[in-house]
T-cell receptor
Framework: DAKTTQPPSMDCAEGRAANLPCNHS???????VYWYRQIHSQGPQYIIH???NNETNEMASLIITEDRKSSTLILPHATLRDTAVYYC?????????????FGQGTRLTINP | NAGVTQTPKFRILKIGQSMTLQCTQD?????MYWYRQDPGMGLKLIYY???????DKGEVPNGYNVSRSTTEDFPLRLELAAPSQTSVYFC??????????FGPGTRLTVL
């Protein structure tokens, strides 16, 4: 599985867009990019995933560069409840067991 | 649906004791997983199951055992507890699409 690199911490003002970067320069053509978050020691929560096209859902947008070596998770209007650790994971999806490998993630703090 | 439930929420064990961490999901998911999370670290996969009767080792299986006799239940057994097993344990499940659903965790301390 490709290794990911994320900044250890970031701050964002409430109401602004939070942009969380992730580098995955060794990603393979069949590996997807996943994002999960963990709020204050709760179980991780799935946010979004993508292969090469940009994706958007009710929680966030995922922007993947054309060469697929990096991506950005965007929370468009951050609220205090978005304070959490955000994990970027790359993983092959072949209908198998999908064993996720979590790094240390980015600790995002939303400030009032 | 209750989703993924885990019991107990907290437990303190003495070295050498044994216990079973319970995990149940009511979503009829095929895949189930056990992770552990040490302070300040990401999650590490202990064991996983692709269906009833089938289990396999993850990244850190030593000191643990699992069974999967039903689709709903995936208990994790610690036979001889050691201080190194002090951690937060998360169970997760997945159907056939990509999202894993996680339980609330069990906080285990071994003294």
């Amino acid at each position: 599985d490709a290794k990911t690199t994320q900044p250890p911490s970031m701050d964002c003002a409430e109401g602004r867009a939070a942009n969380l970067p992730c580098n995955h320069s060794t990603i393979s053509g069949n590996e997807y990019v996943y994002w999960y978050r963990q709020i204050h020691s709760q179980g991780p929560q799935y946010i979004i995933h993508g292969l090469k096209n940009n994706e958007t859902n009710e929680m966030a947008s995922l922007i993947i560069t054309e060469d697929r070596k990096s991506s950005t998770l965007i929370l468009p209007h951050a609220t205090l409840r978005d304070t959490a650790v955000y994990y970027c994971i790359v993983r092959v999806v072949l209908g198998g067991a999908q064993k996720l490998v979590f790094g240390q993630g980015t600790r995002l703090t939303i400030n009032p | 649906n209750a989703g993924v439930t885990q019991t107990p929420k907290f437990r303190i064990l003495k070295i050498g004791q044994s216990m079973t961490l319970q995990c149940t999901q009511d979503m009829n998911h095929n895949y189930m997983y056990w992770y552990r999370q040490d302070p300040g670290m990401g999650l590490k996969l202990i064991y996983y199951s692709v269906g009833a009767g089938i289990t396999d080792k993850g990244e850190v299986p030593n000191g643990y055992n699992v069974s999967r006799s039903t689709t709903e239940d995936f208990p994790l057994r610690l036979e001889l507890a050691a201080p190194s097993q002090t951690s937060v344990y998360f169970c997760a499940s997945r159907l056939n699409h990509n999202e894993q659903f996680f339980g609330p965790g069990t906080r285990l301390t071994v003294l």
